[in-house]
């Protein structure tokens, strides 16, 4: 056994952390020592505070617990390879790989359980990789044309991928939405055409950009309820609203009489645990997977890790990204030799 420690919830607000005894790698098996993990802003920040139903099933094989207190979370890791069981061959030990799993130092997990991530590649840029395939499902989910205008709301991680996403489908223009001025500039410098402070005029000020149409595309990832409903207003007749954000618990209330009845505007789920159906004859989750790590050493990845701290430090991360919201885009945990 191999001494460990991992990132426990538990309950509200509640972080500890746990020594725990990782087995040695069985058949089949491969035991990794992580280099980095990210913390999602999102669904993870929903988990720390409590706002998932807490009789909902857990969806990853590597989670423990359950929403109802106590769980072990998270689900971007990455490091290299220490051992593998008699019967692997890749990965090997050595190996860079990403991993779903919580934020642990040492793990044993199924070998078919990570990714294999390019040799030479920053273990942070490969934190990106969960985030990264639900960003390209969200871009097929859009279905935006060459020539199109989409609508971006809400520049945080993912948000920030999909912009950069739609911008080499061919976009005309994308446009990025964040109330936050950092978040603004950030969306810039990775490719928006502009990027717009949210307000009761934000569907005038995009028809003032689309020659009075609206956008063709919204994609909703702000996690904002007011969001979705600027999005509603903001796309054109027969326009579609991307619906990327997970709400958890929380109730959403929509305004439905006017434009979005009128207009036959569409609201579309996107969520990363199914692809597509309309591509289905092409596409399944292992090349989207293969997409995603390819587009890792392309994409501009390194200006969205904003703050990094040893695992030792994960309660302060997580009070710090629940109480000042807008102070980071990636937060990653570090591993070293200390934290067991």
Same mark, same amino acid.
């Given at each position: ?54 009789? @909902? ?81 969200? /871009? ?87 969001? @979705? ?46 692809? /597509? ?8 989750? /292992? ?13 501009? @990845? ?39």
């Amino acid at each position: 056994m191999i001494p460990a420690c991992a990132v426990w919830f538990s309950g509200p607000r509640t972080v500890e952390l746990r020594k725990e005894r990782v087995a040695a790698p069985g058949p089949g098996e491969v035991q990794v020592r992580a280099l980095a993990s990210a913390v999602s802003r999102g669904t993870e920040l929903l988990v720390y505070r409590g706002e998932v139903p807490p009789g @909902l099933p857990l969806d990853l094989p590597s989670l423990v617990g359950g929403y109802g207190f106590p769980i072990k979370f998270g689900y971007a890791s990455v490091g290299r390879v220490e051992t593998a069981g008699p019967d692997v061959t890749r990965p090997a030990p050595g190996d860079l790989v990403f991993a779903l799993h919580p934020h642990q130092s040492v793990y044993t997990l199924p070998a078919e359980l990570t990714v294999a991530l390019p040799a030479g590649l920053d273990p942070a840029l490969g934190t990106f990789t969960a985030n990264l395939e639900t960003a390209i499902s969200i /871009a097929h989910d859009s279905e935006l044309r060459m020539g199109e205008t989409a609508v971006v709301l809400g520049q945080g991680v993912v948000g920030l991928l999909v912009t950069q996403l739609l911008r080499r489908t061919g976009a005309s223009q994308v446009l990025a939405v964040d109330p936050l001025p950092s978040r603004r500039a950030l969306a810039l410098r990775v490719g928006a055409h502009q990027a717009l402070e949210p307000g009761r005029d934000l569907a005038e000020r995009v028809r003032e950009r689309t020659d009075g149409r609206g956008a063709d595309v919204a994609v909703e990832v702000s996690g904002s309820t007011a969001a @979705l409903q600027a999005g509603v207003e903001a796309v054109a007749v027969e326009g579609t609203v991307v619906v990327a954000s997970w709400y958890g618990a929380k109730p959403v209330t929509l305004e439905l009489g006017g434009h979005f009845h009128r207009g036959r505007v569409r609201l579309r789920s996107s969520q990363v645990g199914r692809v /597509a159906p309309e591509l289905s004859a092409r596409w399944d989750a /292992a090349r989207r997977l293969a997409t995603a790590v390819e587009l890792l050493p392309t994409l501009e @990845l390194a200006l969205l890790v904003t703050s990094r701290a040893p695992v030792q430090a994960a309660a302060e991360v997580y009070r710090r990204l629940d109480m000042q919201p807008g102070e980071d885009v990636v937060a990653l945990l570090t591993y070293g030799d200390g934290d067991v």
